[in-house]
């Protein structure tokens, strides 16, 4: 159950809604399989709360939507990218505390 | 407010540390950082916890492990420990987002995180073929050449894990047998996929923006090659999670705590149990057996 505030991405709306979006959007590329992803998700629904108005919170599930990923390289998750304005700010791969993801949304924020 | 007990870290010895404490109707909470769970979370199957003959996967030990706890009243709630500091008779929880949470004891059951290689391309190309999670990065590499680097349980059941997925697997140890149980040790040995490399360290991740291969040297004869690869996962130890204690309580070299048998710590008030705590076998059964005797322990202590 992730927070309302969290918006889901696809292969399909991925530059509308995440390359497009006027806010920084924080996207957390993750997959059912995936035990560390299952444990940050509390973190980022509280980041989502936190974030809102300022930052867009957004997941990505890597096994529906693998042209994404492959497209940014990506072969580990839970992945955490940060973009603005269409570019990527950071790349946070692995499960990490609240603190870490923090100071990188502080960046753009 | 002080509490009776805080419980620091939600693995399997936080979780059976709270089944006890709340069935002894101590007062207090698991702090976790993340969901609960821990190192078990990246597990496929555990097969030697004791009552599931089959195995049972990390995801539903985890689940069932928070479900008892929680039956028993003894919650979890979010927070990202920085320190622990004495506070008279009491201790004082210094957190992330600036709270203090004071307490009357506490049991430290942070866990360990995997050790790293320390090797050059290691860091930059971390998530770009460099893993230390097989259940998570293992789908990424179908079809393609990995390498697991290690020789105990861990490296060798996930080398077998990802023989499911991977093309081949190379498994590099630096010894010329493994440390693996023989069960584990058998299955590998069997599986076709699976290529030995002995003798050998790696001594660089090569590679701009993926991996490409691995600078491997045999320790025996000297020899270097350069391993073409796509993947490279690392299972060689863990390191324990208690940096934030260190100064505080006595630790061995690597920082595992010392505690008696009662899972007391050198500082009256602190106990520790599992993964980061100094003991010769690092398992799901040694972590809840040591949070259900820390938590007596906290009982007799407060009786």
Redesign the interface.
Known sequence: MSSDKIIQVTDADFDEKVLKNELPVLVDFW?A???????????ID?LAEEYEGKVTIAKMNV?ENPATPGKL???????LILFKNGGVVE?I???V???VIDNALGKVS | MIHDLVIIGGGPAGLAAAIYAGRADLEGFILEKMSPGGQVLITDIVENYPGFPDGITGFELVEKLSEHAKKFGFGVENGEVEAIEQAGENLNIILADERVITTRNVIIATGATHRRLGVKGEERLTGRGVSYCATCDGPFFRDQRVAVVGGGDSAVQEAVFLSRFASKVYLIHRRDELRAVKVLQERAFSNEKIEFIWDSVVEEIEGQDQVKSVRVRNVKTGEVTHLPLDGVFIFIGIEPATNFVRDLIETDEQGFIKTDEWMRTSLKGVYAAGDCRLKPLLQIVTAVAEGATAAFAVEQEMA
């Open positions: 997959a399989w995936c035990g560390p992803c299952r444990a940050i998700a509390p973190v509280q096994d390289g990506i072969r580990a998750i839970p992945t790349q791969t692995g499960a505390g609240k603190t």
